[in-house]
């Protein structure tokens, strides 16, 4: 386990990222990401994982790194290795940058692509990441938990 930690959202939602991979969503509006679009967009580029929840609230967080297999798996592109994992309304854009004064922490892996299972029990996220994958999603409908 790398990381344990706690997450409160009121957007129902967790974000994985690596801030370099949104940059270019940083002056967009704020909440770029609440239209379905663009969410999927972003998603199927691996430029961040939004894991939708269904309800706000606060969750506890695992985070390991270790192969996955027979997990649903989502690619995940890390450029600079330093992934931003944390409630969904930190997300890149409206000026800003997520920092985890806020809620959230970041984790530092080596830079590249990764495969991303997340997991849900109740109020207890899991999230598996594999060094490795292609960097893109071929998704038609939003992650939902």
Known sequence: MIRNLTVTTDTATICI???PAL???KDDV???WSIPARELEEVNNGNVLFLNLGCDGTYAVDITVEE???LEAF???APSGRLFVGPGELVSGGGLEPDDAWGGT???LPPGHYRCSPMRTGNQISIRLA???VGRNALTDLIRL
Do not use: K, M, Q, T
Request: zero cysteines; charged letters at 25%; hydrophobic letters at 35%.
């Open 30 to 32: 704020g909440d770029w």
């Open 23 to 25: 940059a270019h969503r």
């Open 75 to 77: 690619e995940l592109n």
């Open 131 to 133: 060094p490795g994958g």
């Open 68 to 70: 996955s297999v027979g």
């Open 17 to 19: 990222y690596d801030v």
């Open 106 to 108: 970041f984790i530092d």
